[in-house]
């Protein structure tokens, strides 16, 4: 089968994604989104439902069409899924889904020729590639000594689903980001908790505010322009007090251990040598970014990571990651989207409209 002409391939409608078709969209330019999913919502689609919309970080406004009024009581998973799905409607949002983009490979050794895009639903070729698949697909699990002897329950929070499943059984929670907190603030509600990580936390009392989240993302993306893996923002904001998280710290579920240095059939072993009994592991360990598709474009450089400026892959100016590094959060998805987009404006063989395009 012939693939597909189209001038931009957009790949996942999340936050990111969603923000470069909107500007795609704006200047005319012509494109394929494919996203994964069987509806809107991006990862939110799969939050735990206790996530509510006063326990997340701040959602930016999609650009174009502000957030509705939020009920901070309601799952995040469920208004955040109404608002993409809503957005996608009211600007009439091209997206083939459920696809799976299997493959990105150069058609030929030009510069400037074409990307050929290879998925469940046959292949479209074009001329640059905007990459927003964000890293829900890929839960990171460490390596651990004796990991697959444990008898007990482990997951990772990619896979948690309520606190109610872990009553009367004792809980280890590895990891020092903000839903290794989260979760530890609610499952201490019901049972009891221990919480293990490698590097001491830090805690924030000051407010997190717009300041505080451009200096973030701007150490994130100095990582990346060097080639080197991205941290997570939340590494490098710290963790920030709220009122449940102060109770979490008052019933002591909060009172943080150092790593373990194995786990046993039964526990684990301390790193003071002791042993402690547990019946399940919570690994809340992070994600990795889902780029396995553009393996075929030898990406990665030495450093182990992908060297980037801005959104653009130095290795490749025909591919933007959004989503990635600094883009991973919702501090930088919009403006990645549209970053994205005025730097593909630059490439040989994309014509904008003359005028903005209108939408809806």
């Known amino acids: 089968m012939n693939a597909v002409p189209t001038d931009v391939a957009v790949i996942g409608a999340g936050q990111a994604g969603l923000s470069a ?3 795609l969209q704006r200047k005319g330019v012509g494109y394929t989104m494919f996203d994964a999913e069987d509806g809107p919502g991006g990862a939110w689609r799969h939050r735990w439902k206790s996530l509510r919309m006063d326990t997340v970080n701040g959602i930016s406004d999609l650009p174009g069409v502000a957030k509705p009024a939020v009920d901070p009581r309601e799952p995040s998973s469920d208004f955040l ?28 050794a030009e510069p400037a020729g074409r990307l050929r895009i290879t998925t469940s639903r046959g292949e479209w070729s074009a001329k640059a590639v905007i990459n927003a698949t964000g890293t829900w697909t890929r839960p990171f699990w460490p390596i651990y000594p004796g990991r697959e002897s444990f008898r007990g329950r482990q997951l990772h929070v990619a896979d948690y689903v309520s606190a109610q499943d872990f009553a009367g059984r004792h809980v280890i929670v590895v990891g020092g980001g903000i839903s290794a907190v989260g979760l530890l603030a609610e499952i201490s509600q019901v049972t009891s908790t221990s919480w293990f990580t490698r590097r001491e936390p830090v805690w924030r009392d000051a407010a997190f505010d717009a300041r505080a989240g451009h200096d973030a993302v701007a150490l994130v993306e100095e990582r990346v322009r060097k080639g080197l893996p991205p941290q997570s923002v939340v590494s490098v904001t710290g963790l920030i007090w709220t009122p449940a998280l102060r109770a979490a710290a008052d019933r ?11 786990i046993e059939p039964d526990g684990v072993r301390l790193a003071g040598g002791g042993f402690l009994g547990a019946d399940v592991i919570l690994w809340a360990t992070g994600f990795r970014a889902e780029l396995e598709h553009l393996a075929p474009l030898h990406l990665r450089g030495p450093g182990g990571g992908i060297a980037m400026d801005g959104t653009r892959v130095v290795a490749e100016p025909r591919v933007h990651l959004v989503g990635y590094g600094p883009s991973s959060s919702t501090i930088g998805a919009n403006r990645a989207g549209r970053a994205a987009v005025a730097d593909i404006l630059k490439l040989p063989g994309i014509m904008p409209a003359a005028e903005p395009v209108p939408w809806g």
């Open 81 to 108: 899924t109404r608002y993409f799905g809503g957005y996608e409607r009211e600007l009439g949002l091209s997206i083939l889904r459920p696809v799976k983009v299997t493959s990105v490979s150069r058609e030929d």
């Open 252 to 262: 002591g579920a909060l009172d943080r251990q150092p790593m373990f240095t194995a």
């Open 21 to 23: 078709a909107y500007h």
